[in-house]
């Protein structure tokens, strides 16, 4: 099955970027998937990348993806206090191709 | 609006007394799953479903049942809650298991 580790915590300055990171065991996933966890709410989803991609530009966010070294990033660029959340990484593994979360990354916005 | 709907969103019970969290879903979803989520753990999988009377145990399915009747709705059932039990508890529901997750706004629960 899937295997996906995410560091815990993460502390930037308003401003600058921040780089979350992510590695996974199960390279058959068509698609590897953000998702935000704000205060007191569900998993929104933030972002995907194809797997036959190497990188997915949306605004602010940018993903990477490393297929070789199963390694999966997401750069938030001109962080504020409102980016302050649970960042998970998903992707699809298993006999029943569903989702598997890594641990979640908490990011925190300094002023 | 589509969305996954969990009731209640909080509740405080006491080991042993039978509690059920419902779970809905408008957007016609064949796959639903109910996940915990507890501190430094992620989020564990405790049952999932594929379709209507399709069910099947995930990670931590353990003291935990659910049904699959209807195809919006998905409720876990608690028959003799535990304080191990206490956690936030998310309902999700999907196109099919390889497609996005829409979440549920969460189920806080503490067993005493």
């Known amino acids: 099955g899937e295997d996906v580790e995410q560091s815990l915590f993460l502390s930037v300055r308003e401003g600058d970027s921040s780089v979350i990171n992510c590695t996974y065991t199960d390279s058959s996933s068509t698609y590897l998937y953000w998702y935000k966890q704000e205060p007191g709410a569900g998993l929104q989803l933030l972002t995907y990348?194809?797997?036959?991609?190497d990188m997915k530009q949306d605004q602010r966010l940018t993903v990477l993806l490393n297929k070789k070294d199963k390694h999966l990033s997401l750069r938030i660029a001109d962080t504020q206090t409102g980016d302050s959340a649970i960042y998970f990484c998903?992707?699809?593994?298993?006999?029943?191709?569903?989702?598997?979360f890594g641990s979640g990354t908490q990011l925190t916005v300094l002023p | 609006e589509a969305q996954v709907t969990q009731n209640p969103r909080y509740l405080i019970t006491v080991t042993g007394k039978k509690l059920t969290v419902t779970c809905s879903q408008n957007?016609?979803?064949?796959?639903m799953s109910w996940y915990r989520q507890d501190p430094g753990l992620g989020l564990r999988q405790i049952y999932y479903s594929m379709n209507v009377e399709v069910t099947d145990k995930g990670d931590v399915p353990e003291g935990y049942k659910v049904s699959r009747k209807e195809k919006r709705n998905f409720p876990l059932i608690l028959e003799s809650p535990s304080p191990n039990q206490t956690s936030l508890y998310f309902c999700?529901?999907?196109?099919?298991?390889?497609?996005?997750?829409?979440f549920g706004n969460g189920t806080r629960l503490t067993v005493t």
């Open positions: 990348i194809f797997s036959n991609m």
């Open positions: 957007m016609n979803h064949e796959y």
């Open positions: 998903a992707g699809v593994s298993g006999s029943a191709r569903q989702l598997t």
């Open positions: 999700a529901s999907s196109y099919d298991s390889g497609s996005p997750l829409h």
